[in-house]
């Protein structure tokens, strides 16, 4: 353990692998050795990517071609994947890396898939230092991918510094397949398998997407023309070149005008509220608040008011 | 005060007024007062309507119309505004009721401004137990009203049975006036000033908005055709009559189907939930966590992790 950051600094994917083991492992020993390792690894700023899309739209594919464009061009890249579904299924998204094997063989690249056990607060911290081990160990660019069970991508898009919905061309009545909410975190709408047959429809689909983000109000976070929507064909590495500019583009946006930093800020500040508030909810009402159920099942009734119901509780707890 | 209850039952609007302002006092003995006055009136179900829309889009001009048609209909209508921002500037929505004079001197109906201090917590509690107070005096119809400042219409919409988002007609590059996250929330799009000169960009802001809810995917809260945009002239009240016709149809929807209780009660207990997190938090923070915001800082700066930033307090407050 004690070779294990320097060895994490110097790049080695074994020593990183066994690094985000121990960051995953829910071990008090191990935790307070994680929380050791990463308080020694020097401060590197990765590109954090977040990219979510429903199984059904390549997203292993545009993965691996993405992936392979990026080391080609030098750059460094790990790949993280968030599945808060996982703690049921025992699933993995990344299963076995096969599904994106010249990615995963290449020396400058490091797949993980997602733990089997977790919660998905849990989940939100382990992948959180996940991707500051592989910023420690010098990547340039951590893709976060999430297939968008519950509230993953929301969570994502707060750990990221730019947020990539995946899409495959659709139809007509099949339009509804966005869940909503993700408009809003969305940075780049990518509309994949423009290629064949579904060439046309992808380019109505992106469209489509292009107008509705139209509607939507600027954010700040934005530069004129962002969100956008795009098109690509991972199968054909057709597309990704653009892709991969129109993030840049953004990127230096937000880099020269601070968004970046001041978003980094913000988004630190958000999980340190959160986990705290988390903490403090869990030892609270493991010191007794027993009848917390019991009261919300009234409320649920409309026996009680949530005010009073939660005023019953605190005169309990704060007396 | 102790025939408060019963006059408030009765439908003495002097009397619901006394009692809405017990409950937006923020005096301990004002609170408990305010708790018995709710706990003594009947439980009574009033059909609860969020309304959002940004100054401009003829607001007051709606509530003035639909409420005419609804009362005009028999049914007793009170509006209740919502407005996080009073607390900064001291004004009010609903200002001095002259905006909708009609409908405020209407014996049926019952109009009350916003408080004009208050923070965004306690304004969501305030607000829910006026509308019970509202209830419990007999009101079938209760409109909340928000500007939309902040997350004011989440926390509208989750003390609404139905939320309607209005709209002014936008041509072209205007329209990016929706707020991101709005489309998630709006059970009816419905724009205004579908007159004069107007109408022909009413009609193509209509199909705009009915064009994206398409993109998004259908929720559970809704049957087939929901969201829907609509158009209407709240000056020459017109379109209000079909408006009211589809908010009964997806009411009665909501209601065959159970997701109106359903609905209910998961307010009820989200409601509970945040009360008693931000209570706890309070006191918790009150008992001397004064070190979040240094902690915080260092967080911000990227010296120190959220997650362990986060132990450290709890291991203070938990020793």
């Known amino acids: 353990m004690t070779d294990l950051a320097p060895k994490v600094t110097a790049g080695n994917r074994r020593a990183l692998a066994r690094a985000i083991t121990l960051i995953e492992s829910g071990r008090a ?11 020694a690894l020097p401060k590197r700023e990765a590109l954090r990517i977040g990219l979510s899309g429903t199984p059904g739209v390549g997203k292993s594919t545009f993965i691996e071609s993405f992936g392979l464009m990026l080391v080609e061009a030098g750059l460094r890249v790990a790949v993280l994947a968030i599945d808060p579904s996982s703690a049921r299924t025992g699933g993995s998204i990344l299963g076995d890396k096969t599904r994106m094997d010249q990615l995963a063989r290449h020396p400058m690249a490091f797949i993980r898939p997602s733990p089997s056990q977790s919660h998905l607060g849990g989940v939100a911290r382990r992948t959180r230092e996940a991707v500051v081990a592989c910023e420690g160990a010098g990547f340039d660019i951590v893709l976060i991918e999430t297939v968008g069970v519950g509230q993953s991508e929301t ?43 579904l060439r046309a429809q992808a ?71 959160e986990e705290l508030r988390r903490g403090i909810e869990a030892r609270v009402m493991a010191q007794g608040a027993s009848d917390v159920d019991a009261l919300e099942a009234q409320v649920r009734t409309g026996k009680l008011l949530p005010g009073a119901a939660a005023d019953v509780v605190l005169a309990k707890l704060f007396p």
């Open 155 to 197: 969570m994502v898009a707060e750990m990221c510094d730019l947020f990539v919905l995946l899409l495959a061309p659709a139809g007509g009545d099949e339009l509804q397949g966005v869940k909503r909410g993700i408009m809003e975190i969305a940075d780049l709408i990518i509309v994949n398998k423009a290629d064949g047959e």
């Open 203 to 273: 380019t109505r689909t992106c469209a489509d997407y292009a107008g509705a983000l139209r509607l939507l109000r600027k954010r700040p976070q934005d530069p004129d023309g962002f969100p956008k929507a795009l098109m690509v064909s991972a199968l054909e590495a057709d597309g990704l070149e653009p892709a991969w500019l129109e993030m840049q583009t953004l990127l230096e946006w937000r880099r020269d005008t601070g968004v970046w930093s001041a978003r980094r800020a913000e988004q630190g500040a958000f999980w340190f509220r």
């Open 29 to 39: 020993d191990h935790r307070a050795q994680a929380a050791e390792l990463l308080a």
